[in-house]
């Protein structure tokens, strides 16, 4: 049987999500070694930023959407912070069950101190980098963010 031909975007295309299918994957490596000394990882840490970032605080679901993420693991890693006293639970009155999560002044402090940590990290790594050509990736991957995202909700109404 002979592979689907692609056109040469398709190839292109093909080729960046294999690279950042590995760049994820050292991306979340990383950043477990650099909060590891906090109690944290790249999971916990990455949640925690979704409430920091947050309006005003949120059920596990929302913020599962705003990181597009699956919700039975945001709800995992919010239980284990939660456990440790990073994040608290607080009514939500816009629905009994789904609590809303709010930062503690220790989970605070966590986040924090890994932002301290990330600033010089990521400047190294960009170091030697193109701001343009940094920003126009950073445009490809929202635009084909935000083409996946359509098709999932299209495939959701359906």
Known sequence: MSEPLRTPAGDALNDLVLDLFRLNSRMLAAGDRLVAGLGLTSARWQVLGAIVI??????????????????????????????????????????????????????????????????????????????????TMHAVITALRRKLEGDMDAEEQS
């Open 54 to 135: 947050a309006e005003r605080p949120q059920p596990v679901a929302w913020l599962a959407r705003d990181l597009g993420a699956n919700r039975q693991n945001v709800q995992r890693i919010v239980n284990d912070l939660h456990k440790e006293g990073l994040v608290a639970f607080a009514a939500n009155p816009h629905h009994q069950r789904a609590q809303l999560v709010v930062l503690t002044d220790e989970g605070r402090q966590a986040f924090d101190a890994a932002m301290r940590l990330q600033a010089p990290w990521v400047n190294r790594l960009a170091d030697g980098l193109v701001v343009k050509d940094l920003n």
